[in-house]
């Protein structure tokens, strides 16, 4: 069987697509939700791993102490870091319910490199996130915690004391925009085999690419240049590499039309 009859046997009318997709997007909410329930039973104990950071900017002479100064204020922190995790959780099944979807409209070459940039995703996230936990975290608090001031005759005490909502804010504000750059290969590896860029493309912009990532490491970042400097640099090397990407791609892609040229 070619691959358009394979296509061709996969047809179907589009309320039978629309009640797939249906089936799918539930599928994908409920593992949202079960993940939902799980990391909100946990949600203290993952609060404590992500004070983690903190804990190693500060050093052992310090003890932490976070404040939430309205009475909802920590339960609603509990509530958004259970739907930050539930998408991590969850992203396996969401993963595969996009896959199982879209697969049947793809040609058999098409659905096996699709399915390499549907695992590299979650793992780059995690690599992203991985920097900000054990980096720049440590990094940007140490960078805080310097600006306290001692009291003493005539001079102010300035304490640090971080609400518990707020920290998280930075934290998840970090680890999603860390995670959003690290998709970079991906992104520009997927519209390569789309035909819609190409390496030397991508080598004439870099010097706008330079640009555009200090925009983009300014605006997803606090505004501290350990956070910003730590997104930029990682994200110029992640455009270096998906240039890489891209040139592997078209050799392939030009092996596989001289083959075809020679079959011909």
């Given amino acids: 069987m070619s691959e358009e009859d394979d296509i061709e046997s996969t047809k179907a009318p589009l309320i039978e697509h629309l009640i797939e997709l249906r089936q799918r997007l539930m599928w994908s909410v409920l593992a949202i939700m079960i993940a939902f329930v799980v990391c909100f039973y ?3 104990d993952i609060f404590n791993i992500l004070i983690i950071p903190y804990e190693r900017a500060a050093g052992d002479q310090r003890e932490i102490e976070l404040i939430f ?3 909802q204020e920590y339960f609603f922190t509990q509530l958004k870091l259970a739907l930050f995790g539930a998408l991590f959780l969850a992203f396996p ?3 595969s319910q996009l896959y199982m979807f879209v697969a049947p409209g793809l040609y058999k070459n098409e659905r096996g490199a ?6 590299a995703t979650p793992v780059l996230f995690a690599i992203g996130a991985s920097l900000v936990f054990f980096v720049v975290m440590p990094l940007a608090m140490r960078f805080f915690l310097g600006m306290e001031q001692a009291g003493g005759l005539g001079v102010a005490e300035i304490k640090h004391l971080p609400k518990v909502s707020e920290y998280l804010g930075l934290v998840m504000t970090l680890i999603f925009a ?4 690290f998709q970079l290969p991906v992104v520009l590896t997927l519209l390569a085999r789309a035909g819609l860029t190409d390496s030397n493309g991508l080598k004439a912009k870099r010097k706008y690419a330079v ?6 490491a300014a605006v997803l970042t606090p505004p501290d240049p350990i956070s910003q400097i730590g997104l930029a640099l990682p994200t110029l090397l992640l455009y270096e590499f998906s240039i890489l990407s891209v040139k592997m791609v078209e050799r392939k ?3 596989a039309e001289a083959k075809a040229d020679e079959a011909a």
């Fill in 93 to 95: 099944v969401l993963a």
């Fill in 69 to 71: 100064t309205a009475p």
């Fill in 253 to 255: 892609r030009a092996e």
């Fill in 42 to 44: 946990f949600a203290s």
């Fill in 178 to 181: 860390f995670g959003l750059v």
């Fill in 211 to 216: 640009v555009l990532t200090f925009i983009a």
């Fill in 114 to 119: 699709f399915l390499p940039y549907l695992v």
